[in-house]
């Protein structure tokens, strides 16, 4: 997930929060009414053409796509009746659509509902952001690089409940895939009605098919909320009667707004999380999120010899780093792909765990490393690196930290910092002008493959420009592999050979750190993905 602006560790996270009357934790009236809270505006509900953390917190709770992820990160039926076997050796999916399955004025949900919103996911003219996250449907390789029309996208209503999907290869995480808000329908009717462009932009422009409907909410306003959809299929299973959207930039007034009893789920970070680590209202949460360093290997620039990568790597103490500097729970990372992603079916094990290197500092093997590299890539006198950030607090932390680490444990060398506003920063980071980047990787859904596959050449998610035909080759082949042995056994090649490259840094290990009031209940903290709502309750 590319687009989330983070409190702490370069991370910004939706959070829940309860306006109620009374002073104190626990004097919270019992109504069945959530306030939840953004740490951003929301600027659009239209899923095919954004993918910001305020959309695809909302979404997950006022729609759904064919499926949903229950409590234990799993897909399970939503739009759809069934969980659908593949035919066709795994390329073909045929969905029927729930007979009850309704938009919150009323329309039925239709097949082609789902066709719509996809290819108006890929359409060039609707300015799509996510086009990438299509990868392996029928055509949309194609589509990406302009050589098929959006229209060829593999998608076809083939009945009035009836949708077909047919895949370029077999997809061994698609029904993951495709629990993502991006996939998710569209009101052909109603979206034509109020017009393509207007879609979206405010509550009277919207419509959901989920457990909830926004009301309230004008396209600029910082505050909005959620009503129970009474055309629902599954009501039955919804005990919240409204929940209460607000905007909370800052953690420490996310804080305070839980201790007065006007949070129920408040998300901490920085300087606030770490004085908190003792609360008793304290819920550490595990998310697919590594925190890392994009390295700039383009041709002509210093870090594109490998050497110099892994001696930078060697110098950093994630340890201190963690304990020392984060102090909020967040673990040092000795893979890219973080722990609780996934399991690996043929070991047993979990995938980062059994991928994963020493995070011990090695001063002696990195000199001589960096001296090698020096030497190969013909570099005299001092080196300068740039280091380049956002300008948030945490990321100033964690920039200074690893500036430290470099200039005091290798020789002539002078990293310099540059913390930005986040517009500025992009526009840094897009130029290419700088050699380590503060950077970030939220999965979207719970696979490796979501982590690895943003590293292949060309990959926009790639500004470091990581380049290397057997990476490549290793992730194409995982894309595409035909049986379990195969997908798995190649991502951990895959994986390995990113580290031996050292084609990124990871860090650390971001955790999401809450505080929730002990009378909520049945809320669903994804590993990847967004906080579901929908089955949330308040106990007396």
């Not at 893979?335 to 690996?344: L, R």
């Not at 669903?524 to 967004?530: E, N, S, T």
């Given at each position: 997930?590319?687009?989330?602006?983070?409190?702490?560790?370069?991370?910004?996270?939706?959070?829940?929060?309860?306006?109620?009357?009374?002073?104190?934790?626990?004097?919270?009236?019992?109504?069945?009414?959530?306030?939840?809270?953004?740490?951003?505006?929301?600027?659009?509900?239209?899923?095919?053409?954004?993918?910001?953390?305020?959309?695809?917190?909302?979404?997950?709770?006022?729609?759904?796509?064919?499926?949903?992820?229950?409590?234990?990160?799993?897909?399970?039926?939503?739009?759809?009746t069934k969980l659908v076997k593949p035919t066709d050796n795994g390329k073909k999916y045929v969905f029927q659509i729930r007979k009850n399955a309704k938009w919150s004025n009323g329309d039925s949900v239709k097949a082609a509902d789902f066709e719509f919103a996809w290819k108006r996911a890929m359409n060039p003219a609707n300015n799509p952001v996510y086009t990438y996250i299509f990868s392996g449907i029928k055509n949309a390789d194609a589509i990406i690089n302009h050589k098929k029309s959006y229209r060829s996208l593999g998608i076809k209503a083939t009945g009035y409940r009836t949708l077909e999907i047919t895949l370029d290869h077999p997809m061994a995480y698609f029904n993951k895939l495709i629990c993502m808000p991006v996939f998710m329908p569209q009101d052909e009717s109603f979206v034509k009605k109020v017009g393509p462009k207007k879609y979206g932009t405010n509550a009277k422009t919207t419509v959901s098919n989920g457990a909830f409907k926004i009301t309230d909410w004008t396209g600029t306003n910082e505050t909005y909320n959620l009503v129970k959809n009474p055309y629902y299929w599954d009501k039955g299973a919804v005990s919240l009667k409204q929940i209460h959207y607000k905007t909370v930039k800052d953690p420490n007034t996310a804080h305070n707004l839980f201790q007065s009893g006007k949070l129920d789920d408040a998300t901490i970070s920085g300087v606030t999380a770490k004085s908190l680590q003792k609360n008793k209202h304290l819920k550490r949460v595990p998310k697919a999120w590594?925190?890392?360093?994009?390295?700039?290997?383009?041709?002509?620039?210093?870090?594109?010899?490998?050497?110099?990568?892994?001696?930078?790597?060697?110098?950093?103490?994630?340890?201190?780093?963690?304990?020392?500097?984060?102090?909020?729970?967040?673990?040092?990372?000795?893979?890219?792909?973080?722990?609780?992603?996934?399991?690996?079916?043929?070991?047993?094990?979990?995938?980062?765990?059994?991928?994963?290197?020493?995070?011990?500092?090695?001063?002696?093997?990195?000199?001589?490393?960096w001296n090698q590299g020096r030497k190969e890539a013909k570099i005299s006198g001092t080196l300068r690196l740039s280091i380049i950030g956002d300008d948030q607090d945490v990321t100033k932390n964690v920039a200074q930290f690893v500036q430290g680490q470099i200039n005091q444990n290798l020789p002539n060398v002078k990293a310099s910092i540059s913390n930005l506003p986040d517009k500025a920063y992009q526009n840094r980071r897009t130029s290419g002008r700088w050699d380590l980047s503060q950077w970030y990787w939220l999965a979207d859904f719970a696979d490796p493959i979501n982590y690895l596959g943003i590293l292949t050449s060309n990959n926009t998610m790639n500004p470091g420009h990581f380049s290397d035909r057997t990476y490549d080759r290793l992730v194409a082949k995982a894309k595409r592999a035909d049986n379990q042995n195969d997908y798995w056994q190649n991502l951990r090649r895959a994986e390995n050979r990113l580290q031996k490259l050292t084609g990124v840094i990871p860090l650390y290990y971001v955790k999401e750190d809450h505080l929730v009031n002990s009378k909520l209940t049945?809320?669903?903290?994804?590993?990847?993905?967004?906080?579901?709502y929908t089955r949330a309750k308040l106990t007396k």
């Open positions: 997930m590319k687009t989330i602006k983070l409190w702490a560790a370069g991370v910004g996270v939706l959070l829940a929060t309860l306006i109620l009357a009374g002073c104190g934790n626990q004097s919270r009236s019992n109504n069945q009414t959530l306030n939840l809270m953004q740490s951003s505006e929301l600027t659009t509900l239209d899923n095919t053409n954004q993918a910001t953390l305020p959309e695809f917190n909302t979404l997950t709770n006022i729609s759904e796509g064919l499926y949903r992820l229950n409590d234990n990160d799993q897909p399970v039926p939503a739009m759809a590594t925190y890392y360093l994009q390295v700039n290997q383009q041709k002509g620039q210093p870090l594109a010899n490998q050497k110099l990568r892994e001696a930078i790597s060697l110098v950093i103490n994630r340890n201190a780093l963690t304990q020392k500097v984060l102090a909020d729970g967040s673990q040092p990372a000795s893979s890219f792909v973080s722990p609780k992603t996934a399991i690996d079916p043929l070991t047993g094990r979990d995938f980062s765990e059994e991928t994963s290197t020493s995070v011990e500092p090695d001063l002696q093997k990195a000199r001589q490393l049945g809320v669903a903290y994804h590993v990847a993905g967004f906080a579901d």
